[in-house]
Structure formats: structure tokens, C-alpha cells
């Protein structure tokens, strides 16, 4: 009620439930029908702002990508594919001059795609694991045609109510401990991955050798290995693949 230009409640309810209630009714009054308009956020017509936001959405992707190094496009689009191949048999055709035959055929991986790093795919064959660095891939071909894609989407939905706690509160900290963590929220990186296998033996395999060491320690992009009792140390871009233990647990 509007009383000399002042807007008050309602002064026919009893004073005691003004009080009370804030001036509040106990049955809610039917709503005035008044014009709802909200600001327009432009002067054009519906149709023709969404195609221009398309067109400017677009325009901005296309800045984006026009910045970022060639090297890194190939990275990025043999990532989105392997996440595609989540769980499926593929045979990966490797940049890599070193036979690792005497057929003189050019070289292949076969195993099942077990996780797409942001710089690497990991396949397991039997008891292994095989880190191919995606800048070594050529080309990829799924072994089995008539696949059924595997499920990655809502790997959080169904997880211990106490974890979704601990994410929520203490998200650095929890999710910097966790390999898997940091793979769904920000994918993991060549580096990252083999820090697990610290002081474990691995393979390598590199245009020039192939050789097993222990992995000492994975540092500014180099690996340091502990090859018959001396330290070694070999660029991360070197190996074009490593065969590593199954992880446990």
C-alpha cells in the first residue's frame, strides 16, 4: 500500500501478526499481472544478434588457433582422437628410425588404449605398458572395427561421498596426490605420468638404441636414468616408446 509516497504493508491484518509476520499474509495474494521486460542486452533483432555472436565466436577461435604452433594443433588433435579410442585395440604406426625388427617394415604398436595424456598415449600389451610420446605417432588404425566406445563422461557422479568432500574442500591438495585426478581435471602431462615410476626399471626405445635402466628421476624435461650404476640423463623428446611396469592398485 502506497501512503503519502511511502510503501507500507498491509494495515488490515491484525496488529499482532504485522508484527509477527513482517506484515506478511497468511494467504498469499493472486499475482498482479504486470509487464516483466528486461533490458535488452542489444539493439538488434533476435535472429540477426545470435548469427553475430556466432560469427564472433568463431572469429575468436579462429585467433586462437592461428596462435598456437603447428606442433601443438598435431598434439591436440591426436589427443582428441585417442580419447576417442578409450579402451579399444588401435596399432600405432611410430616415427621412429630404429628397427625394432629385421623386416625392415616400419615400425608399429599394437595394444589397447589405456589413457590419453595431454603430450602421450599410454596402450597396455599383457603385462606392460607402452608410452608412446604423440609427436612420434604417424598414424593411428583401430584394430577391432566393430568396437563399442567406452563410457569416460561422469567419473565423478558416483564417487565416495567423503572423497567429493575432500575435493571440494581441499581441492589442491587432493587432487595434486592423485595421478587420476589430475588427468580428469586438467590432463596429464609425459612428465607428470613418469614420476610414479621413480626408481623402477623401464625400457627405451630411441632412434639410436634400445637400452633398460632404472628411472631415477624426470626433471625440466629431461629423464635421469641409473644405467649400470651411473646416472644418465635423456631428453623427454628422445624415446619413442618406453615400456613400463603395470601400475598397481
Request: with cysteine; proline share 5%.
Given at each position: ?121 599410454v596402450l597396455t ?110 631428453p623427454m623428446e ?12
Open positions: 500500500m502506497l501512503n503519502n509516497g511511502i510503501l507500507t504493508g498491509n494495515t488490515n491484518l491484525p496488529e499482532k501478526q504485522q508484527m509477527e509476520g513482517f506484515c506478511i499474509p497468511t494467504d498469499c495474494p493472486e499475482r498482479a499481472q504486470t509487464l516483466q521486460l528486461p533490458s535488452p542486452t542489444s539493439c538488434l533483432p533476435q535472429e540477426i544478434l545470435e548469427e553475430l555472436e556466432l560469427r564472433i565466436r568463431a572469429a575468436n577461435e579462429f585467433l586462437l588457433n592461428s596462435s598456437l604452433s603447428s606442433e601443438r594443433e598435431i598434439l591436440e588433435v591426436i589427443e582428441g582422437a585417442m580419447e576417442g579410442l578409450i579402451g579399444q585395440e588401435v596399432e600405432l604406426e611410430i616415427d621412429c628410425s630404429l628397427r625394432m625388427d629385421e623386416t625392415g617394415e616400419i615400425n608399429t604398436v599394437i595394444g589397447r588404449v589405456q589413457l590419453a595424456g595431454r603430450d602421450f598415449t600389451s599383457g603385462r606392460k605398458q607402452l608410452l608412446v610420446p604423440n609427436q612420434k605417432i604417424c598414424k593411428i588404425q583401430l584394430k577391432n572395427r566393430f568396437a563399442e566406445p567406452v563410457e569416460t563422461e561422469g567419473l565423478l557422479e558416483d564417487i565416495d561421498p567423503c572423497l567429493r568432500r575432500c575435493i571440494t574442500l581441499r581441492f589442491g591438495e587432493v587432487v595434486s596426490g592423485s595421478v587420476e585426478l589430475i588427468q580428469i581435471f586438467y590432463g596429464l602431462t609425459q612428465e607428470v605420468y613418469l614420476l610414479q615410476f621413480i626408481d623402477q626399471e623401464i625400457e627405451i626405445i630411441t632412434p639410436d638404441e634400445k637400452l633398460k635402466a632404472k628411472l631415477h628421476d624426470v626433471r625440466d624435461k629431461y629423464l635421469i636414468l641409473c644405467d649400470e650404476k651411473k646416472n644418465r640423463i635423456m628422445e624415446p619413442c616408446i618406453i615400456t613400463l611396469p603395470i601400475c598397481k592398485g
